[in-house]
């Protein structure tokens, strides 16, 4: 991993690094982070699956670093908020930032996926419908010299 | 084809436990956009690439399996919204690690069904086995029946409800999602959990280590409510709510690295 990702995240590694943000991880701010209305046409039921938000119930505004943030556990990673929450929508605001970002695809675990899923799957799994399949084409390394064992 | 292409490096196998053909058989029949499997002549391996070749490749939403026959493992690392339905028992591990899909199963369940869920809906219409829902990260797991021991182990999130009886040590090391018991409860319920909420209608044999009775809210009515009105288990009956006393584990005496693997 490259240690120059911007100079908002100025860390080196290999510090230890205690709070991993989607920002570190991606080298990326996204404009949902910055202005509200980016989050504007997101539907939450329809975005989950049954009758109610699902597995959104556990997703709440939490902070990092003194911001308010979401934590996406696709990446093991909190995505920071910036504009002003207004008062009560907290929580639909932290869930709205999420799913779009889960949408876009920008989630760091969705970005691993093209090079290191190992099954089949679709690239954006349940959040848009038709994504394209990733993980169809994945080869393990093999280290040099190493010979398969009789059988195999 | 595209879905399983990935799985052609599953060659080998010295203790012929694993179908090594991975060719997709089409036999499903597929009807106004739903297709039927029947599994009764189907290997685990072959069931399971049959729904994945449906669902991923054909743009089919909706799957029935015929005839499961209590073969484990089937319906897993299903990652996409989609419905199925299984017209009988399933084995040990069913329906594990699956992001989306809204499941029936008309049948009964061994044990570990649904671990490691992340979202979707999965309705069991008979009992389960023990560790049902085990570390399930989101969604609503529904057991119309009794379950074995430790159910909702390591549960991380999402909603488990049993409309029958529980057995020992349900709950144990919970640490966040909510539980709703609405039979009797064996002993040590919710033991060493570090977090979340577990309702129980019934009687608790006994509670566990740092698992303590809670105060209901007008929250907590309304979600109980609203879970049992959407899966046809009638309106709530009187209830007691079981929390963490947090005096054995708490979260601010976690490394935040630690905090985020239970987020």
Redesign the interface.
Known sequence: MSNDHSVSNPRKDPEKIISIDSEYLTGKRFAYQEEISEIDGIDLQESTPGGDINWLEDITMLEEDGTPAVFDRYSNSFLKIYYDIPAGREDEIARKVLIKHLQSGNSYGTVLKERYAKFAQPELGPWVKGSKTVGDNYVPPVLEGWEAPEGH | M??????S?I??D?RGLVEVDDTVLGVAVVKDGKATIDASELTTRKINLEI?SLV??Q?IEDVTVLNPGGKHSLGV?I???CKMTFEGSLGYFALGVI????VVVNGRVGWSACENM????VVINGNAGSLTGAAI????LVIKGRVGARTGIDQK???IIISGDAGSNTGFMMQ??RQLLLGDVGPHLGDSMYDGTIYVAGKVKSLGADCVPGEMTDEDLEFVT?KMA?YDLGTPPELQKFVCGKKLYNYDNL???ER??V?
């Open positions: 595209d879905a399983v292409v990935g799985e490096q060659t080998y010295a994945r991923y490749e743009g690392g990652l996409t919204r992001d989306g899909p809204e992340m979202a979707g809906v990260r989101g969604g609503d999130g999402g909603t966040r999602g609203r959407f490394e935040p690295s985020k693997l987020l």
